[in-house]
């Protein structure tokens, strides 16, 4: 059985745009109570951005996610951080972010993992876009998360006014990464690297 095999992860097309988004303003609308990002989850770089979606057997949308690649920088942060020690001018990087998650799909158990199903399809479109590197911020509760997928902080935190709440940056080298684990025993690193999964679409 493919990773997580219930569900199909997959670039939205047209049509599934809308549930992505209707789902990201379900979620943010109870996880941000009475904050902008909670009162207005979906901006204009949505009508731009690559949105990730999660769907299981009846095509109900359980997880998204949004991927603004190089040529949408600077990034919406960057107002607030300099990313050039970071990345430098000679890459493109991809911004990955608003990953939400189905309320009823966060129980413990294999469906915890939506989100890691999630950085898989990210990984699969970075390699069809040519992204050398993926930047994020997060909140200090899903650094460990993030931590579990490569990403690594890079020291610097900043305030975003949306979320009004202490911000982690966070970086993945795409092609350092692609280097050191390609015959790596890691099963995420297997996972994040495998070019076979048929329930992973991009």
């Not at 359980?62 to 942060?77: I, M, T």
């Not at 909140?139 to 975003?160: D, N």
Request: hydrophobic share 45%; with cysteine.
């Amino acid at each position: 059985m493919p990773f997580l095999g219930e569900f199909t992860f997959k670039v939205a097309e047209k049509d599934e745009r809308v549930g992505a988004l209707d789902l990201r303003r379900e979620v943010y609308a109870v996880d941000w109570p009475g904050t902008p990002i909670g009162k207005a989850p979906v901006d204009e770089l949505d009508k731009r951005a690559d949105l990730l979606i999660a769907l299981d057997a009846t095509g109900l949308v359980l997880a998204s996610c949004r991927v603004l690649g190089p040529d949408q920088r600077p990034f919406d942060f960057e107002q607030f951080v300099d990313l050039s020690p970071v990345v430098s001018c000679d890459r493109r990087p991809a911004l990955v972010g608003r990953m939400c998650v189905r309320h009823s799909h966060r129980v413990v158990s294999r469906k915890a993992f939506l989100p890691l199903g999630m950085l898989k399809l990210a990984h699969d479109l970075a390699r069809k876009r040519g992204f050398s590197d993926f930047v994020m911020f997060t909140f200090p509760h899903l650094v460990s998360l993030y931590r579990s997928a490569f990403f690594r902080p890079v020291g610097i935190t900043f305030e975003h006014p949306a979320y009004r709440c202490q911000s982690h940056v966070m970086h993945l080298d795409l092609l350092e990464f692609r280097k050191t684990h390609a015959n790596s025993v890691e099963p995420f690193a297997q996972l994040l690297l495998a070019t076979d999964l048929p329930n992973v679409i991009v």
